[in-house]
């Protein structure tokens, strides 16, 4: 991206050293940047009013679906744990010999 902004400086300077007004090259360039991103956004479907709003729930959709995530990797961790746990009660029942209490 700074790439991007050195060339566009040089070719200012170059066009000003050529005479060009300064003000004049700087708003050219600011009209380029609005077009092409008015474009890309159009290209995208996201150049209508209604582009915001949709935006705005595509971002709570996806905070959701990131929450929803969240919560069945930790429930899964959770039973995975309890499950460890269980295993471990069971192997120190055998090891200790109860299934010889119950009798």
Do not use: C
Request: glycine share 14%.
């Amino acid at each position: 991206m700074s790439n991007d902004n050195g060339i566009l400086a040089q070719l200012i300077e170059h066009a000003q050293a050529d005479g060009a007004d300064l003000a004049t090259l700087r708003a050219i360039a600011e009209e380029a940047g609005e077009l092409g991103a008015t474009r890309a956004l159009a290209r995208l479907g996201l150049g209508d009013a209604g582009a915001a709003k949709d935006m705005g729930e595509l971002r709570e959709l996806l905070g959701a679906w990131r929450d929803a995530k969240r919560s069945a990797l930790k429930a899964a961790f959770g039973w995975v744990g309890r499950m460890l746990g269980a295993l471990v009660l069971v192997g120190l029942a055998v090891k200790l010999g109860f299934p010889g209490w119950l009798k």
